[in-house]
């Protein structure tokens, strides 16, 4: 099978189990942005130990990789149901919400906005939470569609990513003995 079908020439592409659309859908800019963030993650991944990602949090990254495919998924299809793709539920959500407290337990309280940036992982790690923040975005337009259904879990589930991903940066600045960039107002 070869990888270039020819069949999206026209910019449109094929949905699982369901019609063709253009490539500007906002089904495919949902599904696409989360793919944009997995992406991300697998440059943190790729960042490796030299960058303060240890085997555990590789494991988290990878783990959630594996969730945000699945996610993509039953955006890809107009009737994840049908498919059994429902995947993500309440359970995922809340191992995302006891990590962030996991990491978050050794970082000082923050007291004003911080910019992006610091060590190599952290600033990828910032810039995979603003995707992540779009990709929530996108996700909600889809919901807001007469006829989709999307489940709660996604969206609650991409809402904790980004703040997970946040605390994942601060902590990689704090193993580095980089200091939070603090947001100062512009004279």
């Not at 070869?2 to 089904?27: E, H, M, N, Q």
Request: hydrophobic share 40%; glycine share 10%.
């Amino acid at each position: 099978m070869k990888i270039y079908t020819r069949t999206g020439d026209a910019g449109s592409t094929g949905l699982f189990g369901g019609p063709r659309v253009s490539k500007d859908d906002v089904r495919i800019e949902a599904y696409g942005t989360v793919d944009e963030l997995n992406a991300a993650l697998g440059c943190v991944r790729a960042a490796g130990a030299a960058a303060g990602v240890d085997a555990a949090l590789d494991q988290q990254i990878a783990q959630i990789q594996h969730e945000l495919f699945s996610i993509g998924a039953e955006l890809a299809t107009p009737d994840p149901d049908a498919h059994d793709l429902r995947v993500i539920g309440t359970g995922h959500v809340a191992r995302i919400e006891d990590w962030i407290d996991q990491h978050e337990s050794g970082l000082e309280p923050l007291k004003q906005f911080i910019l992006p940036g610091g060590a190599h992982a952290a600033s990828i790690l910032h810039l995979a939470r603003a995707i992540c923040r779009r990709a929530e975005r996108r996700v909600v337009t889809l919901a807001d569609q007469e006829g989709v259904e999307i489940s709660d879990a996604v969206i609650v589930y991409l809402n904790r990513l980004s703040d997970y991903l946040f605390v994942l940066s601060r902590e990689m600045n704090s193993q580095a003995g980089i200091a939070d960039v603090p947001w100062k107002r512009p004279e």
